[in-house]
């Protein structure tokens, strides 16, 4: 069955930090290396978002949702506040797609959309890491990203062991 779905910039409103903090919460519930510990309480993810977000007003990222209809089926950010010497660099963070959505080709037009998004702000270099272990290094391997190579024993996965962290980036013109 084909999902329909578009991709928005999003916003601070309580229903958008509610919808981003339950898709952290079952990402992470389900192994999503990304940042956080398991059991993620909803506090805590909905502070990390309202952060997030008050981050993308000021300008130093941008925020993507992917909706099915108002129903919010995954996220990436791209962090645009690299050093003074890097100006042509943004990186690619908290790529996540529900579970139930996955396999349906959101996660690729998240990372076309990040893509975009970078582009328009002349940031020509894009870097991210993924976790060794459950991580989605396949995805962004398809998608055209460069393996730099592996930083052992980097995080400890949502619940409890080691993981190394791959290092990628992807060259946009
Ligand atoms: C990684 C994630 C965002 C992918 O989202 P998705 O919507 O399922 O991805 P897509 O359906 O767009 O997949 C695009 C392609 O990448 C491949 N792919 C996706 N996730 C992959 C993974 N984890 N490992 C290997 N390949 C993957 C798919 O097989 C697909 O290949 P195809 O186009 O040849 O069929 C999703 O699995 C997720 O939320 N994972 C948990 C969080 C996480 O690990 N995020 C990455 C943090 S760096």
Redesign the pocket.
């Known amino acids: 069955m084909t999902t329909t779905f578009h991709i928005a910039p999003l916003v601070y409103e309580p229903e958008i930090i509610a919808a981003l903090s339950d898709l952290l919460i079952e990402?992470v519930e389900h192994g999503?290396?990304?940042s956080f510990m398991h059991p993620l309480e909803e506090q805590v993810a909905a502070s990390f978002w309202k952060s997030s977000i008050n981050s993308a007003i000021a300008g130093e990222r941008v925020v993507l949702g992917a909706f099915e209809g108002a129903y919010l089926v995954?996220s990436v950010t791209l962090l645009l506040n690299c050093p003074p010497n890097q100006p042509h660099r943004a990186e690619i963070a908290k790529?996540?797609?529900r579970v139930k959505?996955?396999?349906?080709?959101?996660?690729?037009?998240l990372l076309k959309a990040a893509e975009e998004q970078a582009l328009r702000r002349d940031k020509w270099l894009l870097t991210?890491d993924?976790?060794e272990e459950?991580?989605?290094?396949?995805?962004y391997e398809?998608f055209g990203f460069q393996k730099v190579g592996v930083i052992p024993d980097f995080a400890l996965k949502p619940a409890g062991g080691l993981t190394g962290t791959v290092i990628y980036y992807k060259k946009l013109n």
């Open positions: 990402t999503g290396s990304v995954g790529m996540m797609v959505h996955r396999g349906k080709g959101i996660g690729r037009a991210l993924t976790a459950v991580g989605a290094a396949g995805l398809k």
